[in-house]
Nanobody, 117 residues
Framework: VQLVESGGGLVQAGGSLRLSCAASGSIFSINTMGWYRQAPGKQRELVAAITSGGSTNCADSVKGRFTISRDNAKNTVYLQMNSLKAEDTAVYYC????????????WGQGTQVTVSS
């Protein structure tokens, strides 16, 4: 399984970015895809996740600002990030976790999101 992320970059506080992650290879139809982030000196944390059935969950810190969605036909997950804050600065990692497979799934290489205040 390969995960290719795109969409990171530098944005001013209050701005928006959209991250994309396309999965390829042996994709199991029942899965969860999500975004995690890791800021310098901090542990990796869940930002948002979405199942193949469309159920979502997200961190309290991003509720009302970030929206996760997916296109099952393209095996692609998106993260729309609005009203960005300096504390959203981190490396964002895509995760694909099939129903049958490694417990922590597969990871993308990460994409840097930097929010300037």
């Amino acid at each position: 399984v390969q995960l290719v992320e795109s969409g990171g970059g530098l944005v001013q506080a209050g701005g928006s970015l959209r991250l994309s992650c396309a999965a390829s290879g042996s994709i199991f139809s029942i899965n969860t895809m999500g975004w995690y982030r890791q800021a310098p000196g901090k542990q990796r944390e869940l930002v948002a996740a979405i199942t193949s059935g469309g159920s979502t969950n997200c961190a309290d810190s991003v509720k009302g600002r970030f929206t996760i969605s997916r296109d099952n036909a393209k095996n692609t997950v998106y993260l729309q990030m609005n009203s960005l804050k300096a504390e959203d600065t981190a490396v964002y990692y895509c995760n694909y976790r099939p129903l049958l497979g490694p417990s922590d799934g597969y990871w993308g290489q990460g994409t840097q999101v930097t929010v300037s205040s």
